[in-house]
Nanobody, 122 residues
Framework: QVQVAESGGGLVQAGGSLRLSCAVS????????MGWFRQAPGKEREYVAA????????NYANSVKGRFTISRDGAKNTVYLQMNNLNPEDTAVYYC???????????????YGKGTLVTVSS
């Protein structure tokens, strides 16, 4: 059974940067797409970014495009989310997600991590 575990959240000032990591258990890491979602206080969980199984294709929500970068390291079974130029609207619990298929449009998310809190102060 696959498990995902996020780390790297914390408190940062507006304009600052953070890098989130997601460690994925299991030997088939390289065969499925991965993504990041977030849930702000009082709001529903929303999509942030996704990366294909090869790492060659990425996609971002409009709200983070140009500021966030998703990447993956197959040797470390880890997915990253580099977040730059953060603003208070980015404050949320960030969840790592595993998709069923090799690309985000191949199937739904079937595993979420427990999340890591990112707080951006103004």
């Amino acid at each position: 059974q696959v498990q995902v575990a996020e780390s790297g959240g914390g408190l940062v000032q507006a304009g600052g940067s953070l890098r989130l990591s997601c460690a994925v258990s299991g030997r088939t890491f390289s065969t499925y797409a991965m993504g990041w979602f977030r849930q702000a206080p009082g709001k529903e969980r929303e999509y942030v970014a996704a990366i294909s199984w090869t790492g060659r294709s990425t996609n971002y929500a409009n709200s983070v495009k140009g500021r966030f970068t998703i990447s993956r390291d197959g040797a470390k079974n880890t997915v990253y989310l580099q977040m730059n130029n953060l603003n208070p609207e980015d404050t949320a619990v960030y969840y790592c997600a595993k998709y069923q298929g090799p690309n985000p449009d191949s199937g739904p998310v079937d595993y979420y991590g427990k999340g890591t809190l990112v707080t951006v102060s103004s």
